[in-house]
């Protein structure tokens, strides 16, 4: 796809997506209140489902600076002592890292020194994102999630690093499965990259994944989705467009407003769907309260 192309498409699905007056929503406008009470009709059994990867501490090819976790009490005396004594640790992460479940914040891609919605990226100061920060959702996100499982229509296990997803691709998994996307949705598709990461072990995803390619994201704008999660990250790498890396990062946030969740794990959550025999569910969406912060942390639980 060629750089022209590629502005061309980020400006018609960046037209009308400008907003006057309160806190932008972003395409989170299309989540209403009805369709928030409409989902919670989706749960049929109760069973809940992670849909998070467990945090990696271990240093790899995708996680070169791993999250870090160590104990911090009890000391070791207190461990016989009598009485109540209690045990601490701390966790230290990158919110966006290549291998931890995480959300975007509206405020993490920059583009002409602007952010969505035209603010300005001055906005964004050593202390903190002062616009569109994570603060947006401190209240969660909560609606219908739908899982488009895309190895699943191909018949494979995984898609293979630098494959492309199409929004044809996306059409013809929700025919195969019997669902549709539709306004205020919260679209997981599935690549399989954890699978193939369990399976034949990490590498380094800055060089090669498997993702969206930029034109399917014109079925998140035709269908006015709200929320996008992955398994990788969403993007492809090599990246498809000449001279723009990130470029479904580009036109999902920054162009539309949509929140990225980037590194899910769906290989519990698929097999409970296929048993069910629906891909539709409640999902809830919970970020940390960070301030300032350009995402966070996230451990989405669909609800079947």
């Known amino acids: 796809m060629s750089e022209a192309a590629f502005r061309a498409l980020y400006e018609r699905l960046r037209a009308g997506t400008r907003q006057a007056g309160g806190p932008p929503r972003g395409a989170l ?26 945090i990696e501490t271990r240093r790899g090819p995708d996680s070169p600076e791993p999250a870090a976790h160590r104990m911090t009490g009890p000391p070791p ?9 209690f045990a601490r640790d701390r966790l230290a992460m990158n919110i966006h890292g290549d291998v931890d ?5 509206l405020c993490h891609v920059i583009v002409d020194g602007e952010l969505y919605d035209g603010v300005p990226a001055h906005s964004l100061t050593p202390d903190g994102a002062t616009a569109l920060s994570v603060d947006l959702v401190d209240n969660g996100i909560v609606g219908r999630g739908v899982l488009l499982d895309v190895p699943r229509l191909r018949g494979v296990p995984w898609l293979e690093p ?8 996306l059409a013809a998994a929700e025919e195969a499965q019997g669902v549709r996307a539709g306004p205020g949705d919260l679209l997981f598709v599935r690549v399989g990259h954890r699978l193939r990461r369990r399976e034949l072990g990490a590498w380094n995803v800055s060089e090669a994944r498997a993702g969206l390619h930029p034109t399917a994201v ?11 999660g992955g398994d990788g990250n969403n993007d492809t790498a090599p990246s498809p467009v ?18 990225l969740m980037d590194w899910l794990q769906f290989e519990e959550l698929a097999p409970a769907c296929a048993d069910a025999g629906r891909w539709s569910f409640l999902c809830a969406v919970a970020p940390l309260r960070l301030p300032g912060a350009t995402g966070s942390p996230v451990n989405p639980i669909a609800v079947l």
């Open 77 to 85: 005396a207190d461990l016989d002592a009598p009485g109540p004594h």
């Open 101 to 105: 479940s995480h959300l975007d914040a």
């Open 242 to 259: 000449d001279g723009v890396g990130f470029p479904v990062h580009v036109l999902a946030i920054h162009a539309m407003g949509t929140y």
């Open 162 to 169: 630098g494959d492309h997803v199409t929004p044809e691709d």
């Open 29 to 54: 406008r299309h989540l209403t209140s009805e369709r928030v009470r409409a989902a919670a009709t989706e749960v049929r059994s109760g069973r809940t489902v992670s849909l998070a990867a467990p």
């Open 218 to 228: 014109t079925f998140l704008a035709e269908r006015q989705v709200a929320v996008l």
